[in-house]
Nanobody, 117 residues
Framework: QVHLVESGGGLVQAGGSLRLSCVAS????????MGWYRQAPGKERELVAR???????EYADYVKGRFTISGDHVNNIVDLQMNSLKPKDTAVYFC???????????WGQGTQVTVSS
């Protein structure tokens, strides 16, 4: 059974940095796509960034130039380096992965990121 295990959330002051990491354990196959979504209180879950198997990346406009996603699709690891954090980046961040082989999508349990002003 595939599980996404996240780490790296926490509390940081505005302007600071955090690094999130996620590994998809229990999968013998490489994930086609891995990425991060976030959900703030009272808001919909939204895409932050994702990386495809060929290395192509996609970012939400509000994180371009501040966040960098990197991935190791052989070992099913995805990291998100978050710099110049703002209070509005406060949210629960969820790791997401899609297996083209299985035709299934997986979610982590989420990790809290809090940015104080």
């Amino acid at each position: 059974q595939v599980h996404l295990v996240e780490s790296g959330g926490g509390l940081v002051q505005a302007g600071g940095s955090l690094r999130l990491s996620c590994v998809a354990s229990g999968s013998r196959d490489s994930m086609h796509t891995m990425g991060w979504y976030r959900q703030a209180p009272g808001k919909e879950r939204e895409l932050v960034a994702r990386i495809f198997g060929g290395g192509m990346t996609e970012y939400a406009d509000y994180v371009k130039g501040r966040f960098t996603i990197s991935g190791d699709h052989v070992n099913n690891i995805v990291d998100l380096q978050m710099n110049s954090l703002k209070p509005k980046d406060t949210a629960v961040y969820f790791c997401n992965a899609y297996s083209a082989t299985r035709g299934r999508e997986y979610w982590g349990q989420g990790t809290q990121v809090t940015v104080s002003s």
